[in-house]
């Protein structure tokens, strides 16, 4: 049971880290600071998209399944909804690579978006310096 508990919420994490490499760079327009936690993890799911690697968090999961004496993703919740988001049938390394171009497109607008405002603001403050119009 605890080794059941423990693989659903492995994919509960390996879900919400999808999500935020994916969008993460919405949060990073609210808040700047978090790009130094989202670009390593969009450097990671894209990379592992590109060469069409593994993701240690599947490996993790699959060990407790096992342990918790389960053959596959047969049941609940989770299993139904989640699982064929993050291992869609059909997942080809082509499919892999579209993927990977995908987060680095989303990202780069959201990363163009928070560069045109720091610009911009830093552009403004140095328009309202004392002098700076003389």
Do not use: K
């Not at 049941?75 to 892999?96: C, K």
């Amino acid at each position: 049971m605890l080794a059941s508990f423990a693989a659903n919420f492995v994919v509960l994490v390996h879900f919400a880290f999808i999500v935020f490499v994916v969008a993460g760079g919405a949060l990073v327009l609210r808040w700047p600071r978090l790009a130094w936690l989202h670009l390593p993890a969009v450097a990671w799911g894209t990379g592992i998209e590109l060469i069409g690697g593994v993701c240690p968090l599947t490996p993790l999961e699959n060990a407790l399944r096992r342990a918790a004496g389960e053959a596959g993703y047969a049941g609940g919740f989770i299993e139904h909804y989640l699982l064929p988001l993050i291992y869609p049938a059909g997942l080809t390394p082509a499919i892999g690579t579209v993927l990977g171009v995908f987060v680095l497109a989303v990202n780069a607008v959201f990363y163009a978006v928070l560069w045109r405002r720091r610009r911009r603001g830093a552009r403004s403050a140095s328009d309202t310096r004392p002098g700076s119009g003389d």
